[in-house]
């Protein structure tokens, strides 16, 4: 063999008949392989331990160790366990090429022999040999891109919660801004009216009683303020309790406030699943707190259906809406947007100057979520 060839293999030769060994061995390196030899059972283990041959030819009849014994060994050792051992032997015996292949051989070939046959036993062997190796590569390639795939999953869902959280927070920073800004004004104006009226009411009781009237108005209206601040904060109120009802719930508290009872229409064919339930009942409950503030609306429709693979809510106001081209993250826009977003989903606003305004949220269900 040209020693710049690359062998097709590297062959372990086990005999104690010097003969043998140089007629297997002479005949293998001819056609291209690599071999090494071994005249008893004890070199033969030493030798597959320290550098693990591509397959190993094993005669049966020797002393100290049988063949039988060196395969047993071969296989119990993580190091030359996949090692496909190929007996060679002159017994002729059903017993004796049963026991070879209860012992782990692969194959079993009797003296005197056929080198042609000798050499496509051990190609055929090879071959299955480096397919088993390949099928092996691509089962932990695949296990480990599982793997990655199950951190990837993961990390989109620690994120997802993470948007939730942040828009939580969020929406609790800003419901705690709106407490300041509309409390602080109406305290502050209520101060002012029975300011007015305690001076006004040793001299002239009478022209006291507008200010005092007003003042029991700021104070209905900072209270109504802080009432439904306190119902927004309770962030799982919608989530304890069918959507449906929760609809319900947060609508005739729209009613209560405003006088104006939306229209509510529900197409739910199934149960929507809690994380977009959650999600859905928020942007309805910061919708409608939007329109109670500042819309100046006579009419509010509230429609969500659920369809196959998605459930889609749309409300809207013929309030008096604002241009787009302002600045529209605030009101606890962002936070909708955030919590629709981190659910994979789309949210789209629609309004101008005096034509009202229509938010539009569009989940899809993963079958995770059904």
């Known amino acids: 063999m040209n020693p710049d060839t690359k062998p097709k293999g590297n062959i372990l030769i086990v005999d104690d008949t010097p003969d043998n060994l140089r007629l297997l061995s002479s005949g293998l390196i001819d056609r291209g392989y690599k071999v090494r030899c071994a005249i008893d059972g004890a070199m033969a283990l030493m030798g597959a331990q320290a550098a693990p041959p591509d397959l190993i030819m094993l005669d049966i009849k020797m002393p100290q160790m049988d063949g039988y014994e060196v395969c047993q060994h071969l296989k119990a050792d993580d190091r030359t366990r996949e090692i496909p051992v190929i007996f060679i032997s002159a017994l002729d015996e059903v017993l004796d090429k049963v026991k070879a292949f209860n012992s ?3 194959d079993y070939i009797q003296k005197p022999f056929h080198i042609e046959e000798v050499l496509a036993r051990i190609e055929n062997q090879l071959t299955i040999r480096r397919l088993q190796v390949q099928l092996q590569a691509q089962n932990h390639q695949l296990q480990q891109t599982q793997t ?16 939730q959280e942040m828009a939580a927070i969020e929406e ?4 705690a801004r709106d407490i300041h800004d509309s409390l602080g004004h109406s305290l502050t104006a209520l101060n002012v009216q029975l300011q007015a009226a305690a001076s006004l009411f040793a001299t002239d009781p009478t022209q006291a009683q507008p200010f005092l009237s007003q003042a029991q108005r700021l104070a209905a209206t900072a209270m109504q303020d802080v009432r439904q601040s306190v119902r927004t904060l309770r962030e799982d109120e919608g989530a304890e309790q069918p959507l449906e009802d929760a609809i319900a719930s947060v609508a005739e508290e729209f009613r209560q406030v405003t006088g104006i009872a939306p229209t509510v229409h529900l197409h739910l064919v199934e149960p929507v699943p809690s994380s977009a339930s959650k999600t859905l009942y928020r942007a309805i409950q910061e919708g409608l707190t939007n329109i109670a503030k500042y819309a100046k609306a006579t009419q509010v429709q509230i429609q969500l259906v659920k369809t196959g693979d998605r459930v889609c809510l749309t409300l809207k106001d013929n309030g008096k809406g604002f241009s787009c081209d302002r600045q529209t993250n605030g009101f606890g826009l962002q936070g909708m947007q955030e919590r629709v977003a981190a659910l994979n989903g789309n949210f789209r606003l629609t309004t101008e100057p005096g034509a009202g305004c229509q938010i539009e949220v569009e989940i899809p269900l993963s079958e995770e979520m059904r």
Not at 151 to 157: K, T, V
Not at 172 to 175: A, E, L, P, T
């Open 148 to 163: 990655e795939l199950l951190q990837a999953l993961q990390q989109e869902r620690s994120l997802k919660q993470r948007i």
């Open 172 to 175: 609790r920073n800003r419901i």
């Open 104 to 106: 782990g051989g692969v």
